[in-house]
């Protein structure tokens, strides 16, 4: 049985970063991926159908969604992942497998017909059938920087990314040397609350102090939107 998670987004200003950044680390971990600077980047492909339907069901709100990207963290290539992400009512649900370059290649191009029938993964032999069937595309790289807490008695990550940009450069995704098109005014970034069923109290008086106002913020969406603006 799929185990849905609440994802809680808030827009917030660089100042606030600063004073939850500093609250969060008397009580939680750190990522231990995290650089000597406290942060790691993240770097995403998001694919659409031939109707862009992942785009335009966010856009109308659609309670139960999916999509698919392609990820990696830093530098490190040797570790991709496909994921599946679903929202469902609000809650969030994502299907992991990790990839060869040659399996990315393929699913960036398309040219899926033997991946099905080579691979053991459900989940690359899935999004094959949607390729397929629906012709997913890649549509957008979105690029930023991580900072993130976990409690991992309760799974709870709390993540502030910064620095968020997008690019359709594909043919750049993985030398990272694409470019660059900001999604967000300077200083202002994205903070994201994960959790199963409760947020203990503790971290949440920690976070409600701020007076955040939560947030239906879609990367992915709104990089369509800009990206669109700014071919025009």
């Given amino acids: 049985m799929k185990q849905y998670r609440n994802e809680w987004k808030y827009t917030i200003h660089e ?3 600063q004073i939850l950044f500093e609250r969060l680390s008397a009580v939680l971990e750190k990522d231990r991926n995290a650089g000597e600077d406290g ?3 993240v770097h995403s492909v998001y694919f659409d159908d031939y109707t862009n339907a992942c785009a335009r069901y966010n856009e109308a709100g659609v309670s139960e969604r999916f999509k698919y990207r392609i990820r990696y963290y830093g530098t490190d290539t040797g570790k991709l992942r496909l994921e599946r992400k679903e929202k469902y009512q609000g809650r969030c649900h994502k299907e992991t497998a990790w990839i060869t370059e040659d399996t990315y290649r393929k699913l960036m191009s398309g040219d899926v017909s033997d ?4 691979t053991d993964q459900p ?7 949607d390729i397929m069937n629906r012709v997913f595309t890649p549509k957008i790289i979105v690029n930023y920087d991580r900072i ?9 990550r709390i993540t502030f990314d910064k620095n968020i940009s997008v690019s359709d450069d594909f043919e750049n995704f993985l030398s990272g040397g694409y470019l660059r098109i900001p999604l967000q ?5 994205v903070l994201e609350v994960k959790f199963d069923e409760i947020l203990p109290g503790y971290i949440k008086n920690i976070l409600t102090k701020q007076e955040l106002i939560q947030s239906a913020f ?3 969406y709104l990089g369509r939107m800009t990206l669109q603006n700014y071919t025009r």
Avoid: G
């Fill in 115 to 118: 991946l099905f029938w080579e």
């Fill in 148 to 156: 993130a807490f976990a409690e991992v008695m309760t799974n709870v």
């Fill in 123 to 129: 989940l690359v032999r899935q999004f094959c059938v």
């Fill in 218 to 220: 879609s990367k992915y």
């Fill in 15 to 17: 100042k606030d970063i």
């Fill in 39 to 41: 942060y790691y980047s």
């Fill in 185 to 189: 005014p300077v200083h202002e970034h």
